[in-house]
C-alpha cells in the first residue's frame, strides 16, 4: 500500500492535476478569505470556511478523476491487479494520496488563522472545530470520487459523474424541505425503496427466488412498522433523505461540537464508497 500512496502522490505532482487543483482551490480560498475577512474586517473564520465548501464541487473531482480511470484507460489496471498487492491495499492507497494532496492544500489556509489570530479576535474552538469538519468532508466526498473513478475508463466523465453527485448530496438539504411529509407519501416511498432494493438484488444475483425472498420480506417490515409506529411514515423521504446529508453534520463542528455520531457517520460514509469500490473492483476483476 505504501507504494501506491507514494506512486499516486508522486504522479500528482508530475502531471498537472496536482498543480491545477491546488491553484484553483487556494485562488478561490484567497479571493474568498479577501472579501470575507479582511475587505469586511471580519474575524469570523468559521463563515469563512463554511462558504468555500462549495468549491469541493469543483475541485475534488479533479482529484479523483484520474485514480481508476487513468489506468484502465491506459491498460495498466491489470498490471496493478496482478501485482503482489492486495485490492483494498490499492484502493486505500490511491484514497490516501488524494487525501494527502487535500490535506496538503487545507494546511495553506492556516496561513488565514494566523493573520486572524495576530489582527483579529480568533474564536479558537470554533476554528479548530470547522477544520475537523472540512477534513472528514473531505474524506467522504473524495470516497465518492474514488467509486466513480473506479467505474469508468474516462477521465472527464468520472470528473463530470462526481460533479453531478456532489452537487446531488449537496442539494440534498434544500430539498428534503420541499417534498410531502404525510404518512401515505411515506408508505409510497418506502415501498418505492424497497423495489429498488429488490432490482438491486436481483441483477446482482440474477436470482429470482432471492429476490422474491427480498420483496416478501420488504412487505411484511412495511406492514409491520405500519401497525408498530404509524409516526414513522411522517416526514418518511425526509428522514431519509437527511441521513446523506453530509453538509448538515458539518454545521456541528463549526459551532465547535465534535459529536461522536458526526464522527462516526464521516467515518462510516467514507468507509462504505472505499467497500464499495474494493467490490467494483474485484467484480470486474473476476469477469
Same mark, same amino acid.
Given at each position: 500500500?505504501?507504494?501506491?500512496?507514494?506512486?499516486?502522490?508522486?504522479?500528482?505532482?508530475?502531471?498537472?492535476?496536482?498543480?491545477?487543483?491546488?491553484?484553483?482551490?487556494?485562488?478561490?480560498?484567497?479571493?474568498?478569505? $479577501?472579501?470575507?475577512?479582511?475587505?469586511?474586517?471580519?474575524?469570523?473564520?468559521?463563515?469563512?470556511?463554511?462558504?468555500?465548501?462549495?468549491?469541493?464541487?469543483?475541485?475534488?473531482?479533479?482529484?479523483?478523476?484520474?485514480?481508476?480511470?487513468?489506468?484502465?484507460?491506459?491498460?495498466?489496471?491489470?498490471?496493478?491487479?496482478?501485482?503482489?498487492?492486495?485490492?483494498?491495499?490499492?484502493?486505500?492507497?490511491?484514497?490516501?494520496?488524494? $487525501?494527502?494532496? /487535500?490535506?496538503?492544500?487545507?494546511?495553506?489556509?492556516?496561513?488565514?488563522?494566523?493573520?486572524?489570530?495576530?489582527?483579529?479576535?480568533?474564536?479558537?474552538?470554533?476554528?479548530?472545530?470547522?477544520?475537523?469538519?472540512?477534513?472528514?468532508?473531505?474524506?467522504?466526498?473524495?470516497?465518492?470520487?474514488?467509486?466513480?473513478?473506479?467505474?469508468?475508463?474516462?477521465?472527464?466523465?468520472?470528473?463530470?459523474?462526481?460533479?453531478?453527485?456532489?452537487?446531488?448530496?449537496?442539494?440534498?438539504?434544500?430539498?428534503?424541505?420541499?417534498?410531502?411529509?404525510?404518512?401515505?407519501?411515506?408508505?409510497?416511498?418506502?415501498?418505492?425503496?424497497?423495489?429498488?432494493?429488490?432490482?438491486?438484488?436481483?441483477?446482482?444475483?440474477?436470482?429470482?427466488?432471492?429476490?422474491?425472498?427480498?420483496?416478501?420480506?420488504?412487505?411484511?417490515?412495511?406492514?409491520?412498522?405500519?401497525?408498530?409506529?404509524?409516526?414513522?411514515?411522517?416526514?418518511?423521504?425526509?428522514?431519509?433523505?437527511?441521513?446523506?446529508?453530509?453538509?448538515?453534520? /458539518?454545521?456541528?463542528?463549526?459551532?465547535?461540537?465534535?459529536?461522536?455520531?458526526?464522527?462516526?457517520?464521516?467515518?462510516?460514509?467514507?468507509?462504505?464508497?472505499?467497500?464499495?469500490?474494493?467490490?467494483?473492483?474485484?467484480?470486474?476483476?473476476?469477469?
Amino acid at each position: 500500500m505504501i507504494a501506491i500512496l507514494k506512486r499516486e502522490i508522486k504522479s500528482y505532482f508530475l502531471t498537472p492535476i496536482g498543480c491545477i487543483y491546488m491553484g484553483f482551490f487556494l485562488l478561490a480560498a484567497g479571493i474568498f478569505f $479577501f472579501f470575507s475577512n479582511l475587505y469586511a474586517r471580519s474575524s469570523n473564520f468559521t463563515g469563512f470556511l463554511g462558504s468555500i465548501l462549495f468549491i469541493y464541487l469543483f475541485a475534488i473531482p479533479l482529484l479523483t478523476m484520474r485514480l481508476f480511470s487513468e489506468e484502465r484507460r491506459q491498460k495498466t489496471d491489470q498490471l496493478l491487479l496482478t501485482s503482489p498487492v492486495s485490492v483494498p491495499e490499492i484502493v486505500l492507497g490511491k484514497f490516501l494520496a488524494a $487525501f494527502a494532496v /487535500y490535506l496538503m492544500t487545507l494546511l495553506v489556509t492556516v496561513i488565514y488563522v494566523i493573520v486572524i489570530a495576530i489582527f483579529g479576535d480568533l474564536a479558537v474552538w470554533e476554528t479548530l472545530g470547522s477544520y475537523i469538519g472540512f477534513i472528514l468532508l473531505g474524506a467522504s466526498y473524495i470516497a465518492v470520487g474514488v467509486f466513480i473513478s473506479a467505474g469508468t475508463e474516462n477521465q472527464l466523465t468520472a470528473a463530470l459523474v462526481t460533479f453531478f453527485s456532489l452537487m446531488m448530496i449537496w442539494l440534498i438539504d434544500p430539498l428534503s424541505q420541499s417534498v410531502p411529509a404525510d404518512m401515505v407519501s411515506g408508505i409510497i416511498s418506502a415501498a418505492a425503496l424497497a423495489l429498488a432494493l429488490c432490482i438491486f438484488i436481483y441483477f446482482n444475483t440474477k436470482n429470482f427466488y432471492i429476490t422474491a425472498g427480498a420483496a416478501l420480506a420488504g412487505a411484511v417490515v412495511i406492514t409491520a412498522l405500519y401497525f408498530i409506529n404509524q409516526d414513522i411514515y411522517l416526514g418518511f423521504i425526509r428522514k431519509f433523505l437527511s441521513w446523506f446529508s453530509l453538509n448538515k453534520r /458539518y454545521e456541528n463542528f463549526s459551532m465547535g461540537m465534535l459529536k461522536l455520531d458526526s464522527l462516526v457517520y464521516y467515518i462510516s460514509f467514507s468507509g462504505l464508497f472505499l467497500f464499495l469500490t474494493v467490490r467494483l473492483i474485484e467484480k470486474r476483476r473476476w469477469n
